[in-house]
């Protein structure tokens, strides 16, 4: 069965780090852009970061830009969310998705652009 996995969620201070990851199970990702996303309680969920198939370009939520990187890693199949200085305003469940087209199609923002979700990962960041 084809399905994103995410890992690397946790509790973490104002200010500290974490690491997500994805890992693709039963598919390959390699001609997608990948994505993050995250929904905190009472919220709809929202674009954090994409990547493209080769990782040359690279898109942010202002929310997150300069503080989150993310990366992929084709030959291993999974895709990667570095997030730094991390708020507690970063609390939510995060998302790794796979885009719905080979190409660019409809706006990164808009999750019914996306056609794979994983289960999401806990992030939580305490003041």
């Known amino acids: 069965q084809a399905q994103l996995v995410e890992s690397g969620g946790g509790l973490v201070q104002a200010g500290g780090s974490l690491r997500l990851s994805c890992a693709a199970r039963?598919?390959?990702?390699?001609?997608?852009?990948m994505g993050w996303f995250r929904q905190a309680p009472g919220k709809e969920r929202e674009f954090v970061a994409a990547?493209?198939?080769?990782?040359?370009?690279?898109s942010y939520a202002d929310s997150v830009q300069g503080r989150f990187t993310i990366s992929r890693d084709n030959a291993k199949n999974t895709v990667s969310l570095e997030m730094n200085n991390l708020k507690p305003e970063d609390t939510a469940v995060y998302y790794c998705a796979r885009y719905s087209a080979t190409y660019y199609s409809r706006p990164y923002d808009d999750t019914r652009s996306w056609n794979y979700w994983g289960q999401g990962t806990q992030v939580t960041v305490s003041s």
């Open positions: 039963g598919l390959s990702n390699s001609m997608w852009t």
């Open positions: 990547i493209t198939r080769t990782g040359s370009n690279k």
